[in-house]
């Protein structure tokens, strides 16, 4: 119950482990082709060019920047967490130009910045953010944020590394450019692919560059030869067959559950934990209105010693909880309830075992009294 | 029996459904210190710098270009091959200047050819040349090219993607540079990992370049935070876990044989193979004192169809071969003999069905005898 990766769903686990066969055997292209379109369902988009990065999500985000960014190009970076620093640094190496619209960690992304700042650069030509940061668990309006870029003719990245099956993405409804997540979050899968999708105006981009794609490996241009339609596929670099086994089975079980039932769920296990968590006295990071369900980051009570208790939690209760990040270090805790991770024993499993490990540590919290908070949410259904 | 993923040993499948724990799990990094460990075992090394990039092999090679080539560097390529190819694309994208050296295909880097290039271009940085070529089979002679390169006080880059496991790679003895190999050779490993090593001396053109690396994903600087040694790790991408589960167990599974009597087991049963191939009238693409045991090039003989042979041998025998690439498409057949794959069994597989289909379609060859050169070779042990 970590930030990612999450709790690996058995029939994924079953599937890594199917025999390896050939990266241009028709049976895999087929297998390509129906990953390809349940991508589609997952970030509900008609993009032709859905497919997944053969490399983990970071790899993602820098197959958006390297393809859309080109040496002189200015580009807003919404910043609330890690993860608008990763892509500051992104677009710094790709030669473009990073103008830093900064918020506070754990806060959404002011669309009124964004707007003051697009209003202040007209020549800004890509507007980068992210829509769920794992660092925080704050959630912002993409949907509001893509618009503003569009009114001032910017491409849009969106990170969804950690919204993806947890929590509303709309890429088609909300006209996003270019978007990447990851497999190791609400999809339930191992770590080490990174579903991208680009829109015509993004691949348009992509095709006018002036300049050549800086990284061989991650160039769209080379890698749609393999992944793009029909059945003669040209090699580029041999994909990780059984990583994409894993993938197409989450993704089977993503589109039998349903998307929005994945939603709920997710929206369910997150008012349990909350109300557990909150009945023993910790509180939240981030206001409820731009909470992720999916990431709850918690202040850690007052001299309680950070790592002593996740060391306890896992030693003890077999449970992993996340640190703090960056400015966050040492001051929250992350608990994932991503995908398959996202159910009601693992709510029960987390709040009485972090309740039993507070008080141990002699926290000042209020005993006895989540469980049934938790419950109370539970049985409501 | 293509040119990989190879046939992968199933106890490496099994540990790829381990469960998924977390990428700075305590046992994880434990894990990572033995694939390491493991790793130089199998590279021949003792540098510290020696381990797995979570992406395929090409992205092993843009590891090694883009951590050691800076803009404005001469790198001389020395290209028998489709790989050498890459490499020219990898040293362009990251500002360098290549600088080929052009043999013909099939055959093996010629030392003078590049004796003379060096003394010609005495500003030249690094030179990058493929150990293994997968497309042709060729072997060049490692550690006389580096030999060469040091004189001239390049840094060499070497590409092991196919040697690696199958056939001799001395790192520290032939005083290797940086090198990249892939999983799904000769480890018998699934696809999606790419092992690395540096010495000493890449690493100091790492640490002392001029300008940042230009990909965030590959740059050594920050991945070493997470790879490096101690304890504390800190994050910087989410490792694919279960994929190096895999190659943890694929390690242990070389460690149990020995490197030396895993090089003998693939040159026995490419003596069988060749055996039984040359019986039945067919010709090595490459000359024998530098041909492959693991990747066995063929001419296609006359007015055979290539894609025909294939897909009966797919689809009759389960039996996957690889196409020729590049200069060499449509003219050969790659069969390889990697790791697992490189077992009796397969031998015998692969001659009799390949006769079987070339006389259903009237192919010019000599029948009825290649099973026996094959019992012979195998027998002579």
Redesign the interface.
């Known amino acids: 119950m970590?930030p990612?990766?999450s709790?690996?769903h058995p029939r994924i686990?079953?599937a890594?482990?199917?025999?390896?066969?050939?990266?241009l055997?028709p049976l895999f292209i087929e297998m390509m082709e129906q990953t390809k379109s349940m991508l589609q369902y997952a970030f509900q988009t008609e993009n032709p060019l859905t497919m997944p990065v053969?490399?983990?999500?970071?790899?993602g985000?820098?197959t958006c920047f390297?393809n859309l960014v080109e040496p002189g190009d200015k580009v807003i970076v919404c910043q609330n967490g890690v993860f608008g620093g990763?892509m500051k640094?992104?677009v710094?190496?790709?030669g473009g130009t990073p103008l830093m619209i900064e918020d506070e960690w754990g806060r959404a992304v002011d669309p009124q910045k964004l707007e003051d700042a697009l209003k202040a650069n007209p020549d800004a030509k890509i507007v980068a953010f992210v829509h769920a940061e794992t660092s925080t668990g704050a959630q912002s309006d993409a949907a509001e944020l893509v618009a503003l870029a569009h009114q001032h003719d910017c491409l849009t990245i969106v990170d969804a590394v950690t919204s993806l099956g947890g929590t509303p993405v709309k890429v088609d409804e909300w006209d996003i450019d270019a978007i990447y997540s990851?497999t190791?979050k609400c999809l339930s899968c191992?770590?080490?692919l990174s579903p991208i999708s680009f829109n015509k105006r993004a691949l348009e981009k992509v095709r006018n560059r002036q300049s050549?794609?800086?990284?061989?490996?991650l160039d769209l241009n080379l890698v749609m030869g393999y992944w793009g339609s029909g059945t003669k596929r040209a090699?580029?670099?041999?994909?990780?067959?059984?990583?994409l086994y894993?993938l197409h089975e989450a993704l089977r079980i993503l589109e039998a559950e349903g998307l929005e039932n994945a939603w709920a769920r997710h929206r369910r296990m997150h008012n349990a934990l909350k109300a557990g968590l909150e009945a023993m006295g910790l509180s939240f990071v981030v206001d409820e209105a731009h909470r992720l369900p999916q990431l709850n980051a918690v202040t850690i009570p007052e001299g309680v010693d950070d790592a002593a208790v996740r060391n306890r939690l896992?030693n003890e209760f077999n449970l992993?909880i996340g640190a703090g990040?960056g400015a966050l270090a040492g001051k929250v805790w992350r608990i994932g309830l991503m995908g398959h991770a996202a159910r009601a024993e693992n709510v029960l499993l987390c709040v009485s075992a972090l309740e039993a490990v507070l008080n141990e540590r002699g926290a000042p919290i209020n005993s006895g009294v989540a469980l049934s908070a938790v419950q109370k949410v539970l049985a409501a259904r």
């Open positions: 970590g990612g990766p709790d690996v686990l079953e890594m482990s199917r025999p390896t066969i050939g990266h055997d053969s490399a983990p999500g970071s790899a985000m820098e390297a990763r640094e992104n710094e190496r790709c990851g190791q191992t770590p080490g050549t794609v800086q990284s061989w490996f090699y580029h670099h041999t994909a990780p067959i059984n990583a894993g896992l992993e990040l």
